[in-house]
């Protein structure tokens, strides 16, 4: 009689203590659509390149970054890459790893981005909860319109040894949705 009424009293208490943690729902009901959407806010964009003489290319860099979000989950990416190819342009080939802070789950977003057309390349996987077993994978592309404004500055003493000219365009924050 003893024993069973401490059988009985262990996990009454064990459950008033500390309740176990219900299955983890999914962060958004809608989570798991075929048709997600996308939104990239702000999307900046920046270039500067120099010229050491007349005919050598110098120092350029290239930057180009945006805010990553999915109506599928509840958290942001931050997505960030640089160029330091010739004029700072960039490559739809080369891809690069966003970071997404906080969130749960299975995250990953990665983007190109295209000088030449204009066209962003985002691929993203995630889960809709904690620990469930269905990984999404979404991929598309969205062509952006920025405002930029390009100002060239040319050394009029240019010497060997010197600056001969830098470039640097600055373009205003812009956005794109995306409704795939
Ligand atoms: C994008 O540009 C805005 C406005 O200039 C700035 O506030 C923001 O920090 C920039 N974001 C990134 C990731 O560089
Ligand atoms: C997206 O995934 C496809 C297929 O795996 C791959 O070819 C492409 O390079 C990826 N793009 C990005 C931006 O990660
Ligand atoms: C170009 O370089 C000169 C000299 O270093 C600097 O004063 C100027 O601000 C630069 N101009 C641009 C557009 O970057």
Same mark, same amino acid.
């Given at each position: 009689?003893?024993?069973?009424? !401490?059988?009985?009293?262990?996990p ?11 299955? +983890?729902p999914?962060? /958004?009901? +809608?989570? *798991?659509? &075929? ?8 999307? /900046?964009? +920046?270039?500067?390149? @120099? ?10 860099? *290239? +930057?180009?970054?945006? &805010?990553?979000? !999915?109506? =599928? %989950?509840?958290?942001?990416? =931050?997505?960030?890459? $640089?160029?330091? /190819?010739? =004029? ?6 080369? %891809? ?6 906080? *969130?749960?789950? $299975?995250?990953? @977003? ?22 469930c077993? %269905?990984?999404?994978? &979404? ?8 405002e930029?404004? &390009?100002?060239?500055?040319? /050394?009029?003493?240019?010497v ?6 830098? !470039? @640097?365009?600055?373009?205003?924050? *812009?956005?794109?949705?995306? =409704?795939?």
């Amino acid at each position: 009689m003893f024993s069973k009424l !401490t059988i009985l009293a262990l996990p009454a208490l064990a459950a008033a203590a500390s309740c176990p943690a219900p299955p +983890s729902p999914p962060s /958004n009901p +809608s989570c *798991g659509s &075929t048709h997600p959407k996308w939104t990239l806010d702000p999307i /900046n964009l +920046s270039s500067y390149y @120099t010229y050491t003489s007349p005919s050598a290319s110098g120092p350029k860099l *290239g +930057s180009f970054s945006f &805010t990553f979000a !999915t109506d =599928q %989950v509840d958290y942001e990416a =931050q997505c960030s890459g $640089s160029s330091v /190819n010739p =004029q700072g342009i960039f490559y739809g080939s080369q %891809v690069f790893e966003c970071v997404t802070p906080g *969130g749960s789950g $299975s995250k990953t @977003t990665s983007f190109s981005f295209d000088s030449a057309s204009s066209v962003v390349s985002v691929n993203t996987t995630f889960t809709c909860c904690d620990v469930c077993d %269905v990984v999404y994978t &979404t991929i598309g592309s969205v062509k952006i319109d920025l405002e930029c404004e &390009t100002s060239t500055w040319r /050394n009029p003493d240019w010497v060997a040894g010197e600056l001969y000219s830098n !470039t @640097t365009t600055v373009c205003e924050p *812009g956005a794109a949705t995306v =409704q795939l």
